[in-house]
């Protein structure tokens, strides 16, 4: 079985998704359904009414194009903010940073003020 980089929501919206990254791949995630990764695709969102929906504040802190993830090769993934209220990589707010040793150590990314994944490397498929 294949491994490589995966995202796994832990908190928020994406909490329970995973989403496996293909070398060579570059994907967007935010709250536009416009978004390789939207928030308005996630199982918890879906399950909302749309009053609960409306109701969301910590859904408006992710932006509609939150930040780019890049699997670049073997060992790089390059994170991008495109945000307004800023992105987090295990705790510290980042602009642009490239990912050496994932195969390592898991890194954690926060969006807005509540959505957060893990980026592992895991078997894929």
């Not at 329970?16 to 308005?40: F, K, Q």
């Not at 969102?45 to 992710?62: C, I, M, S, Y």
Request: charged share 30%.
């Amino acid at each position: 079985m294949p491994e490589g980089p995966v995202l796994v929501g832990v908190e928020g919206f994406v909490r329970g998704e995973a989403y496996p990254l293909w070398r060579g791949a570059t994907v967007v995630i935010g709250r536009s359904r416009s978004c390789d990764i939207s928030l308005r695709r996630c199982k918890a969102w879906l399950a909302l009414a749309p009053g609960q929906r409306d109701e969301q504040r910590d859904f408006k802190t992710v932006s509609r194009k939150h930040i780019r993830v890049s699997y670049t090769d073997d060992d790089n993934v390059e994170i991008e903010d495109l945000s307004s209220n800023g992105t987090f990589l295990d705790g510290q707010r980042v602009s642009r940073v490239v990912i050496h040793n994932l195969r390592e150590r898991s890194h954690e990314i926060l969006l807005g003020t509540r959505e957060k994944l893990c980026l592992e490397w895991k078997p894929q498929g």
